[in-house]
């Protein structure tokens, strides 16, 4: 079915929905996105990704051409274009078109694109049966080279390590930051179980902050279970009770083998399963 697309201002059909080849989205991967989940017609947490998207725009000196009300009132419009209720948002801001030099001074008309679609998760067995997943060499790129914390249209980091995983037959791979520590998958947040407690990696470990992660950290505290930022390496992974990664896309999933190491007793954890029903029933509230 040919979608309906938001284009600067105004929605078009899906064909017409074109960019420029000078467009340094396209030409250096100049530009910020983010992904977002509608749950029965809520968009959830949609102020913290529109938060997120205006942070990453600022920290590359792009000016978005559009107020966050508006931003907020054309996703909802997107959404309804495409009759979703249920659905994933891609938003996208590129620097615009310029020249065939890297100077982003020299480009005019940043696009703003929204797309809706359905999502395809990971196949329902995965969630189920938890997943396997590998670590890649492939290191996360360090902050003082070009911080994480950024969600850019520049993601060859992330997919080179993906590329690993896959080459490994894992749907996701483990990524460390340059000091061996682990700092996120390939497009999830990381967390693991252990005496009780859920630790997960800090920002400053050279991770994207998850908004859903920050959700399940909020999820734990009401739940009463323990939950700090830790410094993990792959030894506590390998040592975890349970292990699980949160992302938009994912949601919650269990990871039950790492590195063909068996994590716990090799299924989803009591913690893993308590946190998943408390985060489906916080998007369906
Ligand atoms: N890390 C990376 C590298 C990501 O791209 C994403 C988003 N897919 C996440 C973590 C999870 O973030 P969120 O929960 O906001 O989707």
Same mark, same amino acid.
């Given at each position: 079915?040919?979608?309906?697309?938001?284009?600067?201002?105004?929605?078009?059909?899906?064909?017409?929905?074109?960019v420029s080849v000078f467009d340094h989205g396209l030409l250096y991967g100049d530009g910020v996105f983010?992904?977002?989940? #509608?749950? #029965?017609?809520?968009?959830?947490?949609? =102020?913290?990704?529109?938060?997120?998207?205006?942070? #990453?725009?600022?920290?590359?000196?792009l000016?978005?051409?559009?107020?966050?009300?508006?931003?907020?009132?054309?996703?909802?419009?997107?959404?309804?274009?495409?009759?979703?209720?249920?659905?994933?948002?891609?938003?996208i801001v590129t620097r615009g078109g310029g020249?065939?030099?890297? =100077?982003?001074?020299?480009c005019?008309?940043p696009q703003?694109i929204?797309?809706?679609?359905?999502?395809?998760?990971?196949?329902?067995?995965?969630?189920?049966?938890?997943?396997?997943?590998?670590?890649?060499?492939?290191?996360?790129?360090?902050?003082?080279?070009?911080?994480?914390?950024?969600?850019s249209l520049n993601?060859?980091?992330?997919?080179?390590?993906?590329?690993?995983?896959?080459?490994?037959?894992?749907?996701?791979?483990?990524?460390?930051?340059?000091?061996?520590?682990?700092?996120?998958?390939?497009?999830?947040?990381?967390?693991?179980?252990?005496?009780?407690?859920?630790?997960?990696?800090?920002?400053?470990?050279?991770?994207?902050?998850?908004?859903?992660?920050?959700?399940?950290?909020?999820?734990?505290?009401? =739940?009463?279970?323990?939950?700090?930022?830790?410094?993990?390496?792959?030894?506590?992974?390998?040592?975890?009770?349970?292990?699980?990664?949160?992302?938009?896309?994912?949601?919650?999933?269990?990871?039950?083998?790492? =590195?063909?190491?068996?994590?716990?007793?090799?299924?989803?954890?009591?913690?893993?399963?308590?946190?998943?029903?408390?985060?489906?029933?916080?998007?369906?509230?």
């Amino acid at each position: 079915m040919a979608r309906t697309i938001f284009m600067n201002d105004r929605l078009v059909p899906e064909e017409e929905a074109r960019v420029s080849v000078f467009d340094h989205g396209l030409l250096y991967g100049d530009g910020v996105f983010e992904g977002l989940r #509608s749950y #029965s017609g809520h968009v959830f947490r949609l =102020d913290a990704h529109l938060d997120r998207l205006w942070d #990453s725009a600022r920290a590359i000196c792009l000016e978005i051409p559009l107020t966050k009300e508006a931003m907020a009132q054309a996703v909802i419009d997107t959404l309804a274009a495409n009759s979703l209720t249920d659905g994933y948002i891609r938003l996208i801001v590129t620097r615009g078109g310029g020249t065939l030099g890297l =100077d982003p001074n020299r480009c005019s008309n940043p696009q703003v694109i929204i797309i809706a679609d359905t999502i395809s998760l990971y196949p329902r067995e995965f969630y189920e049966q938890g997943l396997r997943i590998v670590t890649a060499a492939t290191q996360r790129i360090q902050s003082a080279a070009l911080s994480p914390r950024i969600k850019s249209l520049n993601y060859l980091n992330n997919i080179m390590a993906k590329l690993e995983g896959l080459q490994a037959s894992c749907v996701e791979a483990l990524m460390l930051n340059h000091k061996g520590e682990v700092a996120e998958c390939t497009g999830d947040n990381i967390f693991v179980v252990r005496s009780g407690r859920l630790l997960t990696p800090p920002p400053d470990a050279g991770i994207l902050e998850g908004i859903t992660r920050n959700a399940v950290m909020e999820l734990a505290e009401t =739940d009463g279970i323990d939950c700090r930022e830790a410094t993990l390496t792959r030894h506590d992974l390998y040592t975890a009770d349970e292990c699980f990664l949160t992302g938009t896309a994912a949601e919650v999933i269990p990871v039950v083998e790492i =590195d063909g190491r068996t994590i716990g007793h090799g299924n989803p954890g009591p913690i893993t399963r308590r946190l998943t029903d408390a985060f489906h029933a916080l998007v369906r509230a």
